[in-house]
């Protein structure tokens, strides 16, 4: 079982990317799934989930607006985009599946993929 995520890179500040986050191994159309984000000497914290189903997405009061969370069951793939990025959006981003629902706890994911590193300059 593996989640593999992508499309992290260096942009400037109020440009876009788009992360991805593969899974292989299984299907993962039963799971919410999540990003998370972690920049060297804090915590990792939450950014964005979606149900299951899709039909639910929660979103850090920081990122709400300019990040869109979705999903491609078809593909086993989610996506987040992330538009008028900030210098305090830097860090490496995690994408990770477990709870029906759509969650904001660490505590209520199973799977985890490698970090994905977005750098945002001024």
């Known amino acids: 079982v593996q989640l593999q995520a992508s499309g992290g890179g260096l942009v400037q500040v109020g440009g876009s990317l788009r992360l991805s986050c593969a899974a292989s191994g299984r299907t993962f159309s039963s799971y919410g799934m999540g990003w998370f984000r972690q920049d060297p000497g804090k915590e990792r914290e939450f950014v964005a989930a979606?149900?299951?189903?899709?039909?639910?997405?929660v979103y850090a009061d920081s990122v709400k607006g300019r990040f869109t969370f979705s999903r491609d069951k078809a593909k086993n793939t989610m996506y987040l985009q992330m538009n008028s990025l900030k210098p305090e959006d830097t860090a490496v981003y995690h994408c990770?599946?477990?709870?029906?629902?759509?969650?904001?706890?660490?505590?209520?994911?199973?799977?985890w993929g490698q970090g994905t590193q977005v750098t945002v300059s001024s």
């Open positions: 990770a599946a477990g709870f029906a629902g759509a969650a904001r706890s660490m505590s209520l994911y199973n799977y």
């Open positions: 979606i149900s299951w189903s899709g039909g639910s997405t």
